[in-house]
């Protein structure tokens, strides 16, 4: 468990009470893994004068227990409901019980719905927002939390050679390549996707996030496939750019996102900017003459999340520190010819960057 990194937030800002409501924070901080994407909150932790509530549903109460041991308590809540640990109510009416309303209190913001922040602000006197204070928490990773990355990067590795071969199958679909390679990474122990994989063809790869479709492979088509394993709950992220045949123009694109994407690589190390990476990748493609067609961040921070801090993105005022996880990858996407994107999973070191390859760059 990490609650001592807790503690540490909460004093730098003066608090005595926290709710923590990712699932991901939560999970860091506990061992608890009820992470999802859904809209809303489900479970929250609260963490009041050094004593912790992990509150969850009531169907979540025994795995929760079960997780955690006896070093919290889990109290579960329902509207039907109560017991022994069982309280009847709403999440924010199980949080609230356990809350001192004087005392300061932060709150992950960022991580909440409208809805239950409308409704809290009503019950307590105020709160300050400690959500940026959490994501700073988790960007910089222990070593056992890398080697999980690492793990989910040699499950993704699989995964991507998979799908380098089969898309230079005649008639295979974009369907197809990502499911095989969705079966591949269950196959070699992932519990989950990272994301959506994403396998785009020909036009379709214009598309940053395209959706797999029934669309087959033509000769000199290009194929953009961007995915990532989830291992014991910690992510990666990785694309690369095939082609199948010859095409001249798909060559040169590529050589330009790829010099982008290796000098932006070589500024990274602890101290530096994360907008000053992404200028890095901009400057190669707009000197190009391609700028216009770089639409999106050059990356991402990786983790328990697929996209966490730090941004790398030119409004980012965050600073790359030594163990961080990111991605960088650059991309031009040309709409009803093709798109090129090549990432990376990086480590950040005080010098070179340790980069996760899953495999070879080059078409």
Known sequence: MRLHKLDKVMEEEGLQCSVVLSGATIFYLTGYDYITTDIGNA????????????????????????????????????YTLAGDKIFKGSLIEAIT??????????????????????????????????SKKLAVMRAIKEDDELELIKKAGNITTSAMRIGSEKIQNSGITEREVAGLIDMTMRNE???????????????????????????????????????GARYRNYCFD????????????????????LQAQLEAIDTVREGVKASDVDLTARKV??????????????????????????????????????NMVITVEPGIYIKGKFGIRIEDTIIVTKRKPIVLETTYKYM
């Open 43 to 78: 479970v929250a932790l609260v963490y009041c004068n050094g004593i912790p509530t992990l509150i969850v549903p009531v169907l979540e109460k025994n795995r929760a227990e079960t997780k955690v041991g006896d070093k919290i308590e889990v109290l579960s809540y329902s």
């Open 97 to 130: 019980s356990r809350l001192e309303p004087d005392k300061k209190i932060g709150v992950d913001i960022v991580n909440s719905s409208s809805s239950f922040y409308i409704s809290f602000k009503d019950k307590v006197s105020s709160f300050v927002d400690i």
């Open 189 to 227: 122990g992932a519990e989950d996707y990272a994301f959506p994989s994403i396998v785009a063809f020909g036009e379709n790869s214009a598309f940053p996030h395209h959706v797999p479709s029934d669309k087959v492979i033509r000769d000199n088509d290009n194929a953009v496939v961007d995915i």
């Open 238 to 257: 990785s694309t690369r750019t095939f082609i199948k045949g010859n095409s001249d123009e798909i060559k040169k694109i590529y050589e330009i996102v």
């Open 285 to 322: 493609i707009e000197r190009a003459g391609y700028g216009k067609y770089f639409v999106h961040s050059t990356g991402h921070g990786v983790g328990i999340e697929v996209h966490e801090y730090p941004a790398i993105s030119p409004a980012s005022n965050d600073i790359l520190k030594e």
